[in-house]
C-alpha cells in the first residue's frame, strides 16, 4: 500500500515548514521537505468551500512538496492514503477536510476522491492500549438519542428507531448492540449507561447518533438523552472525563463515529477543541469520524 504523510510544523518567519513522506510497504521512505505560504486573513474570506480548498491546496502542494505528490500518486496506481499532521497550533483551527488537490479533472476535495482516502492525524501521549483487531473481534455499540426537550436548544427531534434500523442495515454482518429509548434497546442513551455498556463488553465499534453543537466557551456538546428521558447537553470534557476512567480487559473502542453536527467543528480547536481531534488526542482512539 502506498501511503503520504504530510506534517506541517512550526512556523518560521512568514512560512511554515512541511515534510513529506512518501512510503510503501516494499520499499524505504522517501522524505522531502518544502514550506508553506498561506495568508490566514486572505483564508478566512474565502466562503466557498471549493475555493477555501484549492486555497488550501496551492498553499501545501508546491514545491518537493507537489513532487512528491505527483510521484507517489504515479506509483501508488489507483489508491494513495494521504495522512496530515498539524503541529503548528495557529493552523489547527483551519477547516483541513476541505483540502483540494489537483487531479487530471482538474481541483477538488482529497477526500471526495476514493484514489486518495484522506485523514487528519492527531498525535497523543495517552497510555491506553488497543489490541490487533481481527474481523471476529468487531462488535458495535450504537447509541441513538433524539430525546425531549430538544426545542429549549433550538433543535429538532428525529427519527430514532429510523436512525437506528439505517445503522444496524450499514453495518451488515457486524454484531450490534444499540442504546436508545426504542424498542430492542439494551437501556437509554445516557452517558452513565454508555459507560456501563463499554464496561460490560468489548465494542470496537462505538456510533453515536445525535444533535451536537459548539458552546460559547468554545467546548463541543453532545445533545444526549438524562435518567428521565429529558435532553441532556453533554460537554466533551465531561465525557472525555467520563470515557478516561475506563479500561482494563474490555478497553475503549477502537473506531468512533460521531453522526453529530459540529462535532469535528474547525473553529473549535482554537478554543477548547472540537470532540473528534480530543478523542485521539487525549485518550488515544485510533480512529475517529465526525461532522
Given at each position: 500500500?502506498?501511503?503520504?504523510?504530510?506534517?506541517?510544523?512550526?512556523?518560521?518567519?512568514?512560512?511554515?515548514?512541511?515534510?513529506?513522506?512518501?512510503?510503501?510497504?516494499?520499499?524505504?521512505?522517501?522524505?522531502s521537505?518544502?514550506?508553506?505560504?498561506?495568508?490566514?486573513?486572505?483564508?478566512?474570506?474565502?466562503?466557498?468551500?471549493i475555493?477555501?480548498?484549492?486555497?488550501?491546496?496551492?498553499?501545501?502542494?508546491?514545491?518537493?512538496?507537489?513532487?512528491a505528490?505527483?510521484?507517489?500518486?504515479?506509483?501508488?496506481?489507483?489508491?494513495?492514503?494521504?495522512?496530515?499532521?498539524?503541529?503548528?497550533?495557529?493552523?489547527?483551527?483551519?477547516?483541513?477536510?476541505?483540502?483540494?488537490?489537483?487531479?487530471?479533472?482538474?481541483?477538488?476535495?482529497?477526500?471526495?476522491?476514493?484514489?486518495?482516502?484522506?485523514?487528519?492525524?492527531?498525535?497523543?501521549?495517552?497510555?491506553?492500549?488497543?489490541p490487533?483487531?481481527?474481523?471476529?473481534?468487531?462488535?458495535?455499540?450504537?447509541?441513538v438519542?433524539?430525546?425531549?426537550?430538544?426545542?429549549?436548544?433550538?433543535?429538532?427531534?428525529?427519527?430514532?428507531?429510523?436512525?437506528?434500523?439505517?445503522?444496524?442495515?450499514?453495518?451488515?454482518?457486524?454484531?450490534?448492540?444499540?442504546?436508545?429509548?426504542?424498542?430492542?434497546?439494551?437501556?437509554?442513551?445516557?452517558?452513565?449507561?454508555?459507560?456501563?455498556?463499554?464496561?460490560?463488553?468489548?465494542?470496537?465499534?462505538l456510533h453515536?447518533?445525535?444533535?451536537?453543537?459548539?458552546?460559547?466557551?468554545?467546548?463541543?456538546?453532545?445533545?444526549?438523552?438524562?435518567?428521565?428521558?429529558?435532553?441532556?447537553?453533554?460537554?466533551?470534557?465531561?465525557?472525555?472525563?467520563?470515557?478516561?476512567?475506563?479500561?482494563?480487559?474490555?478497553?475503549?473502542?477502537?473506531?468512533?463515529?460521531?453522526?453529530?453536527?459540529?462535532?469535528a467543528?474547525?473553529?473549535?480547536?482554537?478554543?477548547?477543541?472540537?470532540?473528534?481531534?480530543?478523542l485521539?488526542?487525549?485518550?488515544?482512539?485510533?480512529?475517529?469520524?465526525?461532522?
Open positions: 500500500m502506498a501511503r503520504l504523510q504530510l506534517t506541517i510544523q512550526q512556523r518560521h518567519g512568514e512560512r511554515w515548514s512541511v515534510v513529506a513522506l512518501e512510503q510503501r510497504d516494499d520499499e524505504p521512505p522517501r522524505q521537505e518544502g514550506e508553506l505560504a498561506l495568508d490566514l486573513v486572505e483564508l478566512a474570506a474565502l466562503a466557498d468551500p475555493a477555501y480548498g484549492i486555497r488550501l491546496g496551492q498553499a501545501l502542494f508546491t514545491g518537493p512538496v507537489l513532487d505528490f505527483i510521484r507517489a500518486q504515479a506509483r501508488s496506481g489507483d489508491r494513495l492514503s494521504i495522512g496530515l499532521q498539524i503541529e503548528a497550533p495557529e493552523l489547527r483551527g483551519l477547516a483541513w477536510s476541505r483540502l483540494c488537490a489537483r487531479f487530471e479533472r482538474g481541483w477538488d476535495f482529497l477526500r471526495f476522491d476514493q484514489r486518495t482516502p484522506f485523514c487528519l492525524q492527531v498525535p497523543t501521549q495517552a497510555q491506553h492500549q488497543f490487533t483487531l481481527l474481523r471476529r473481534d468487531l462488535r458495535a455499540l450504537v447509541v438519542a433524539s430525546p425531549d426537550g430538544l426545542d429549549e436548544y433550538g433543535l429538532d427531534g428525529f427519527d430514532a428507531d429510523a436512525a437506528a434500523a439505517a445503522v444496524r442495515d450499514a453495518l451488515g454482518p457486524i454484531p450490534a448492540d444499540l442504546l436508545a429509548a426504542g424498542p430492542g434497546a439494551l437501556g437509554p442513551p445516557t452517558v452513565e449507561q454508555l459507560c456501563a455498556q463499554l464496561t460490560a463488553q468489548r465494542y470496537t465499534i453515536i447518533v445525535c444533535h451536537g453543537a459548539v458552546a460559547r466557551d468554545g467546548d463541543s456538546v453532545l445533545y444526549l438523552a438524562g435518567p428521565d428521558g429529558e435532553v441532556d447537553a453533554v460537554p466533551a470534557a465531561e465525557l472525555l472525563r467520563r470515557l478516561g476512567r475506563l479500561g482494563g480487559d474490555v478497553g475503549l473502542p477502537h473506531l468512533v463515529f460521531l453522526a453529530a453536527c459540529e462535532s467543528a474547525p473553529q473549535a480547536e482554537a478554543a477548547l477543541g472540537a470532540l473528534a481531534p480530543r485521539c488526542r487525549e485518550l488515544g482512539l485510533p480512529w475517529v469520524v465526525a461532522m
